[in-house]
């Protein structure tokens, strides 16, 4: 493969930008081992607080990655870490084959693009994208060209000249995805990309997130809080918890499959039961509502919430509504939720307060981790 190698020397702004640029969308990059991206017993204590609990993970190079979890459980911690802006407290750090645990930022084939976007006020977007290029002194019409190539890339081209305020949300999102690329990294992190968009322009980045990832054939590592987005995004989601991964693997499995009651509550749509043979999830959909019975688990509607296609049923234990609705005001909602098809539902509807009892098909019953 003719690829440019970003970054290494000046050499590579002598091959013609615009066919790497032409090679890269008409044709995915094949990506070889050598580029896979390794964490190896990687640890970060900030003082006496441990954030991230000597992870191994390895992201095959090409490969979208997500970093999930709740607040504080150590993904931007991780990510900075890849991106050498912040040094492990112990373990390594490979791309490629290469220890860059102690590289700078610069020097080691990766480039962020931040929660902000972080660009420059009184620069044209122009001049942000072209800025890395301008640090290395490359002359400005070299470097305004690729950068023009770039803004391309993300259809940004026509408001070049434009200042970042005069941008919509989405609009410097594409600017500083250029701005990074512009560094030719091997990976590109992105921390919590979508989270200043609003919903439905979050939707529209995230097919373009999909396809720049598809048409730059480069390994994508983002960090965010969001199990819709990492689902719609990964083809490796890594379900993080307390500085310590709990689980990582393609989207579907991770869903279909938690290893732990932690990765089953945090994806959601699995109810968590106990049953004499340990702890099992069963999704939402998968749960029936039956006629209470002497088989089966009772449980008393506790409210139905309309959702377009589905309804869900929110149910609780009959010990529970006994307790009173105002018994603890941070108690959930519900114990267990089912998701029944909405022409299901309206050929039985179901009212809050009505006796059921809970089953399930044993295949339905995935097993979690004790
Ligand atoms: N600079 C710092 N100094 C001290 N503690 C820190 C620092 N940065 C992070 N921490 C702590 O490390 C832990 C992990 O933080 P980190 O930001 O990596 O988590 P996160 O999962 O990205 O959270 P969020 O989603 O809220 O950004 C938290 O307990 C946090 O308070």
Known sequence: ????????????????????????????????????????????F????????????TVAAGSYCCLLGPSGCGKTSTLRMIAGHELPSSGHIVLGGRDI???????????????????????????NVAFSAQMKGVSKIEREKRAMELLALVAMQPLAQRLPAALSGGQQQRV????????????????????????????????????????????????????????????LVVVMNHGHIEQAGPAREVFERPRT??????????????????????????????TPSASGLPALV?????????????????????????????APLAAWIAAVPDHQFDRQPLTPGQALSLQWAEADAHRLAA
């Not at 990506?31 to 896979?36: A, F, I, L, P």
Request: hydrophobic fraction near 45%; aromatic fraction near 8%.
């Open 46 to 57: 900030y003082g006496d607080t441990l954030a991230v609990n000597r992870i191994d993970l």
């Open 176 to 235: 500083a995805l250029a701005r990074a690329l512009m560094m030719q990294p091997q990976v590109l992190l992105l921390d919590e990309p979508l989270s200043a968009l609003d919903p439905f322009l979050r939707i529209k980045m995230r097919a373009e997130l999909q396809r720049w990832h598809r048409e730059l054939g480069m390994t994508f590592v983002h960090v965010t809080h969001s199990q819709e987005e990492a689902m719609a995004l990964a083809d």
């Open 1 to 44: 493969m003719n690829r440019v190698t970003w970054g290494e020397s000046r050499g590579f702004w002598c091959k013609s930008w615009a066919v790497d640029v032409a090679q890269r969308l008409h044709t995915k990059i094949r990506m070889s081992t050598r580029t896979d991206l390794a964490l190896n017993q990687l640890s970060k």
């Open 101 to 127: 645990t102690e590289l700078t930022p610069a020097e080691r084939g990766t480039a962020m693009m931040f929660q902000s976007y972080a660009l420059f006020p009184h620069l044209t977007v122009l001049q």
């Open 302 to 330: 506790r409210a139905v919430e309309y959702q377009g296609q589905q309804v869900q049923i929110h149910l609780i234990p009959p010990s529970a509504a006994s307790a009173g609705d105002d018994a603890d005001d941070e």
């Open 261 to 290: 009651e932690f990765v089953a509550r945090f994806i959601g749509s699995h109810n968590v039961f106990d049953t004499p043979s340990g702890k099992v999830a069963v999704r939402s959909d998968k749960l029936q509502l039956a």
